[in-house]
């Protein structure tokens, strides 16, 4: 018998021990064999598997491991050498790949660790990454929020509407339970809670303003926590759970008007009203950065919102305003055009109505006076024309009187004959007073002169009115008339501060006076004598009649011609005086007209010389300068001659006392020499008398004289008795015009 | 002759140049400024008229030649010849140089010359005229006379 190298079994093959050994090495081996099906199996079916290599060699060393026990299966019974080598390759095999894999393993176990943490890592970070997600993504839908609130807000000018809009949009937006609006009240120490979201009536009440709180939310422009037992803050009735946290901003008031409180005492400082924000109790959450930020922009979106919605009410309501007045200004304008219009065309009417009887009148008076009449007649037609003739001016005036207020009324400067005014009114006046047994006198001063330059017309109605007012409001005694030069003092003394008169040389003031011991004029109702159709309703003269006009026309004339009236009286009874002082000027002498063939014997008038008297000729035609020459010298002149303008002003010296200066348009620049002479002698009396000759006559060279500065003017030829006369005059008056 | 026959020659005379119209009463004035300390005022006075009017007329004829008139300067010159004329009393050639003067106002050139001619022709009539007067002075003057002072009573 052969006998095998291995180890004779102890026990019988048939021992039970050995069948559940045979058994249980059969199992591992399937199971061995069937683990790397399982690893081939699902790596395959796995994309992602790193370590192929390593699953190799665990394959390679379990599938050995199998056949290992598998092959242990022969080597229970007897077995031949060739199982015996298979066993042990298979053997040595399984060794040499478990170390190689027990090697490996140190490096792969470390590895496969790491993966484990790495993973674990990754979920941090992604769920980090969700975290901030949902933030940026409540922010961004805050944002959104905020546009779309400023955009309702902004989208209506009416104030209800933005703060209804702002509160619920807020309530929404920030889920709040509670929003609250509190604005001041009118005297500005209380808030009064006006809008609030979720009670549809606000209660209304108020809460002093001079709270701590308030005042630190106000004193800041970001939203405050408050705690919800401050009393804006108690907008819920007191429950059983828990009040949210609250949060309250100011709201600034930038533009104070109509904010359904009207008008506040004192437009000072910034107003502010309170908005109260309300988390929803018993949850836990809690105020965040980004919703406070929310807030206090939505606080000042809503303030200028307002301010503009306040503005925009405001200038609405000027604008109606505005057009009201404009409405009834225009009312009043068209009025006051139709009363114009009515006015001007009643004056237009009643004009020619009065006028039409008037020239009756006038011209049947004038034609009566051309009939035989006898004096007695006459007289009285002569009156009756000039009244007619002033009742006519009067109607003229009438119309005027429009014209007078506005200024564009003209005297009629003319020569006249001062004494004959006088006598005129006097006669006009004497048969109304006669009647009234009225004493009438007048008295005019000596030094008054004959001639005086004015508008003799309405010079005359002015005294004739005064003193027909003197004549009606008396009823007995004696009425005086005193006319006279009025002198500086005289002038000075009279009761108007704005009355400046100027004295100058060819103009007097003259003053008239009407004194009567009729029934006399309240002190206090002077000042409203001289207004148009303002008539005092004393007993005494209720029946005079009159239009109240008179004395407002006269004083306008007055006016016109740079004078004063006024009336002075002590009282009532006590009779008044009347006072007019107007400017008059002096006229130029009426001179001799030119006679020719009648040489008069040389009259005594004035002086026959003027020995010594330095006098200058220029004149360029030759012989009328020597004719004239002749004239001067004759008369005891001393005379120097020129033939030219430059030489004038060469000689001309203050001892000279007139120029005579032939003045023949284009030759010589009269009026230029004049000015020059003017200008040389500053002093009036160095300077020399200017005396034109000139043939021209018209008025235009008259008036250029006058107008140039120059002291007389004469016209050529000039006679002998003419030039002394001139002389005369000139050397008395310092001025001499002849007549033209 | 006799001295009252020269002066009554002389008045008469003098009349009738008033009465012609040569002179007017500012020849008279002239007169009256005649005194002792100036005694030959008048001769004076009208031998000046006629050298200014020589002048004168002669530059009027010069001008109204010009083919271009200047009325301007003809109106001048006729202007300064009425002043003179009107100074010593010649009534004649006063009224010519008004007449003169309306047709230089219209730029008349036949109207002018017409008139320069009337004024020319005036004016010589008026110098002879005085010659005569002067020469009747200076007889009386000669015979030792005093000339009479003109008197018209019309």
């Known amino acids: 018998m052969e006998s095998c190298n291995c180890i004779e079994p102890q026990w019988p093959p048939d021992d039970l021990l050995m069948k559940y050994q045979y058994i249980s090495d059969f199992f591992i081996a399937l199971a061995y064999f069937s683990i790397p099906l399982e690893l081939i199996y699902f790596v395959k079916k796995s994309a992602v598997f790193p370590y192929r290599w390593v699953l190799v060699q665990f394959g390679a060393f379990i599938v050995l491991c199998g056949a290992t026990h598998l092959i242990n299966l022969w080597t229970f019974t007897v077995h031949s050498r060739t199982v015996a080598s298979v066993m042990t390759t298979a053997k040595v095999l399984t060794a040499a790949v478990s170390c190689i894999t027990a090697l490996m393993l140190v490096h792969i176990i470390p590895d496969l660790l790491s993966v484990k943490t790495r993973e674990l890592f990754l979920k941090n970070k992604a769920a980090e990454l969700d975290r901030e997600m949902g933030l940026i993504r409540t922010q961004e839908e805050t944002g959104r929020h905020v546009r779309m609130l400023t955009h309702e807000i902004r989208s209506t000018l009416d104030r209800h509407t933005i703060l209804k809009t702002t509160l619920v949009e807020l309530g929404r937006t920030l889920a709040l339970e509670e929003c609250a609006l509190w604005m001041p009240t009118r005297t500005g120490l209380e808030l009064q809670l006006s809008y609030t979201l979720r009670q549809q009536n606000p209660v209304g009440y108020t809460v002093p303003i001079h709270h701590p709180v308030i005042n630190q939310v106000f004193s800041s422009n970001r939203a405050v926590k408050i705690s919800p037992n401050c009393p804006v803050a108690r907008l819920r009735p007191a429950g059983k759970y828990m009040p949210g946290e609250v949060v309250a901003v100011r709201v600034p008031l930038l533009h104070l008007s109509n904010f359904h409180i009207n008008d506040w005492p004192e437009l000072s400082t910034k107003r502010y009203a309170l908005m109260v924000l309300m988390l929803p109790s018993d949850s836990a959450r809690q105020w965040h950065v980004h919703e406070l930020e929310l807030v206090e922009v939505v606080a000042d979106q809503v303030a200028v919102a307002l301010s503009h919605a306040a503005i925009l009410e405001e200038s609405m309501r000027a604008r109606d305003l505005l057009m009201d007045q404009n409405v009834a200004l225009d009312l009043a304008r068209r009025e006051a055009e139709t009363a114009i219009r009515a006015r001007n065309d009643f004056l237009a009417v009643m004009n020619h109505e009065m006028r039409t009887p008037m020239h009756a009148i006038i011209a049947l008076s004038s034609l009566l006076q051309e009939t035989e009449l006898t004096p007695e007649q006459r007289l009285m037609v002569e009156t009756v024309l000039k009244s007619s003739n002033l009742l006519a001016t009067l109607i003229n005036d009438v119309l005027d009187l429009s014209r007078l207020e506005d200024g564009s009324l003209q005297l009629d400067l003319g020569t006249f004959n001062l004494y004959a005014v006088f006598r005129e009114v006097l006669n006009l006046i004497k048969p109304i007073a006669s009647v009234k047994k009225l004493h009438v006198s007048l008295n005019l001063a000596p030094d008054l002169p004959e001639y005086a330059v004015g508008d003799e017309k309405r010079l005359m109605q002015t005294i004739l009115n005064i003193v027909g007012n003197a004549v009606k409001f008396s009823k007995e005694g004696s009425i005086s008339i005193t006319a006279f030069v009025a002198k500086l003092d005289t002038l000075r003394d009279s009761k108007a501060p704005e009355f400046l008169p100027v004295l100058s040389d060819n103009h007097f003031y003259l003053r008239v006076q009407v004194k009567d011991s009729g029934s006399g004029i309240n002190p206090l109702d002077i000042p409203k004598l001289f207004t148009k159709f303002a008539q005092n309703q004393s007993t005494g003269t209720r029946n005079s009649g009159g239009s109240g006009l008179g004395l407002a026309i006269c004083k306008r004339f007055v006016n016109l011609m740079e004078g004063h009236i006024w009336i002075e009286s002590e009282g009532l009874g006590k009779g008044c005086t009347a006072i007019l002082i107007v400017k008059l000027g002096m006229p130029e002498r009426v001179n001799e007209s030119k006679l020719p063939y009648m040489p008069k014997m040389p009259t005594n008038h004035g002086q026959t010389a003027f020995p010594g008297l330095k006098v200058l000729v220029m004149d360029e035609n030759g012989v009328s300068r020597m004719v004239t020459k002749g004239l001067l010298l004759h008369l005891g002149c001393d005379v120097t001659m020129v033939g030219s303008s430059d030489e004038c002003l060469r000689l001309v010296s203050h001892e000279h006392k007139v120029v005579f200066m032939d003045i023949c348009v284009p030759c010589i620049d009269s009026y230029g020499i004049t000015i020059r002479i003017h200008e040389k002698f500053t002093k009036r009396h160095e300077r020399p008398l200017l005396v034109a000759l000139t043939g021209n006559t018209d008025k235009v060279t008259k008036e250029n004289c006058m107008r140039a500065g120059m002291d007389g003017l004469i016209l050529k030829p000039v006679s002998l008795d003419k030039m002394r006369s001139v002389l005369t005059d000139l050397l008395e008056h310092r001025v001499f015009f002849e007549a033209i | ?154």
């Open chain 2, 1 to 154: 002759m006799e001295l009252v026959q020269i002066q009554r020659r002389l008045v008469d005379y003098t009349k009738s140049l008033f009465m012609e119209g040569f002179l007017d009463a500012q020849f008279l004035q002239l007169q009256q400024l005649q005194d002792d300390s100036n005694p030959d005022f008048v001769f004076e006075v009208v031998s000046l008229f006629f050298e200014d009017s020589e002048k004168l007329l002669n530059e009027l004829t010069i001008a109204l030649d010009q083919p271009n008139v200047d009325f301007k300067k003809i109106d001048s010159h006729v202007h300064q010849l009425k002043g003179s004329s009107s100074s010593i009393g010649a009534q004649r050639v006063k009224n010519a140089c008004i007449a003169f003067r309306n047709y230089c106002d219209v730029q008349n050139i036949e109207g002018c010359l017409t008139c320069l001619q009337q004024v020319k022709q005036e004016c010589y009539l008026v110098k002879n005229k005085f010659e005569t007067l002067f020469r009747l002075e200076q007889q009386i003057m000669a015979s030792g006379g005093s000339v009479p002072t003109t008197e018209l009573g019309f």
